[in-house]
């Protein structure tokens, strides 16, 4: 699964402080969501066009390894990210060049038309979660990742 970050991850909210230092808000849910499905093996990494500090703070607390941040066009590094991950474009979430494109509740219309399967939760409220459990049902996986749980 490759993820944006603002909008995804958060709820496309930036705050700055008095020394002009950025923060985020990351929705704990979609840590669960993410620490569940890598637990069943399935890659995840970030793609996104501005690098951010809070990022790469929250990517090591989820143990994300795959950080591709600074993007001017994230459809042209796809191939980029797949080769460095050493998957093809059909094993991936992401819009049209891939097996399942997913868009967030509060995505625009345009991007809802086109998705495949569109969360019930807007950005950086469990949308992420959202996806991942449904991914790991779709693949069998779901009942194996709670029974570590329970």
């Known amino acids: 699964m490759i993820l944006d970050l603002d909008g995804v991850l958060t709820d496309d909210g930036i705050i700055y402080n008095d020394n002009g230092v950025e ?9 669960v969501g993410i620490r569940l499905f890598m ?6 990494c970030i793609a996104t066009g501005r690098p951010s ?3 790469y703070n929250r990517c090591k607390n989820l143990g994300i390894k795959h950080i591709f ?3 001017g066009d994230k459809a042209a590094t796809l191939d980029l990210i797949l ?7 059909e094993q991936v979430a992401l819009m049209k060049k891939v097996g399942l494109s997913i868009a967030l509740a509060d995505a625009h219309k345009t991007v809802l ?3 495949d399967m569109v969360t019930l939760v807007k950005g950086g409220n469990g949308a992420v979660r959202e ?3 449904t991914i790991s049902k779709a693949q069998g996986l779901w009942e194996n990742i ?3 749980f329970l």
């Open 23 to 31: 923060t985020k808000i990351f929705n704990v849910k979609d840590g």
């Open 39 to 44: 637990k069943a093996a399935i890659n995840l």
């Open 53 to 55: 500090n809070a990022l």
């Open 69 to 71: 941040d600074g993007l």
């Open 83 to 89: 080769d460095r991950i050493g998957i093809s474009a």
């Open 113 to 115: 038309k086109n998705a």
């Open 131 to 133: 996806a991942c459990k």
């Open 146 to 148: 709670l029974e570590r």
